[in-house]
């Protein structure tokens, strides 16, 4: 049960996490931001439910066919609960970092290409009790679009690894995990579209 606990947080993290999503272009002016919620499967407890908020605030209003287009931040943010908050403190942790690594998949009037983004999650202080944000920052990296017409980016699996930590920032005696995460069927997962010249 304690560790069923601590994997929530640890899926929730990957809001810190959860993956990492936006693109940039010729006009960086775009801003999106999608709430969804990902399934993450941890090999002791099975799949757990993680909710999470991609946002980004530069993303491209128009690209050009065949011109990559340029690197954009992003930013996914989620809320550890309570319980996962006293699990955490149950291991003996008091701080958590790791990184995401999500896939966007990237459709344009017929072709799809499917990217990897990656984000950090910086050592964040666990309290003793109560809920706490963690987030992770990251880029989506340069595309090159083939068609002229609309290019819509989606939310995509993702793969997390968080580590917990101790005072003294040696991991606990949990190590860093790894965890498969899935959109949740039945959802939206339109993050954002523009038009390719």
Do not use: H
């Not at 290409?113 to 987030?135: A, C, E, R, Y």
């Not at 002229?148 to 190590?175: H, V, Y």
């Amino acid at each position: 049960m304690k560790t069923g606990l601590f994997a929530r947080a640890a899926a929730c993290v990957l809001v810190a996490g959860a993956l990492s999503v936006a693109t940039a272009g010729t006009s960086l002016a775009g801003t999106a931001q999608l709430n969804i919620t990902y399934s993450c499967n941890f090999s002791i407890i099975g799949a757990q439910d993680m909710p999470t908020t991609v946002s980004s605030s530069d993303l491209p209003d128009s690209a050009t066919a065949g011109v990559p287009t340029a690197p954009s931040n992003t930013t996914v943010k989620s809320t550890v609960s309570e319980d996962a908050t006293t699990t955490l403190f149950w291991l003996g942790a008091k701080s958590v970092d790791g990184t995401m690594t999500s896939q966007v998949p990237v459709t344009n009037e017929g072709a799809t290409q499917t990217l990897t983004s990656v984000s950090t999650i910086p050592n964040t202080p666990v309290p003793t009790s109560g809920t706490f944000d963690v987030t992770a920052t990251g880029t989506f990296p340069a595309m090159t679009l083939v068609n002229a017409g609309t290019a819509t980016i989606t939310l995509g699996s993702a793969e997390l690894k968080l580590t917990p930590r101790q005072a003294n920032g040696d991991p606990t005696w949990l190590g860093t995990i790894t965890v498969p995460c899935t959109v949740k069927a039945g959802q939206n997962t339109q993050f954002y579209s523009f038009p390719v010249a």
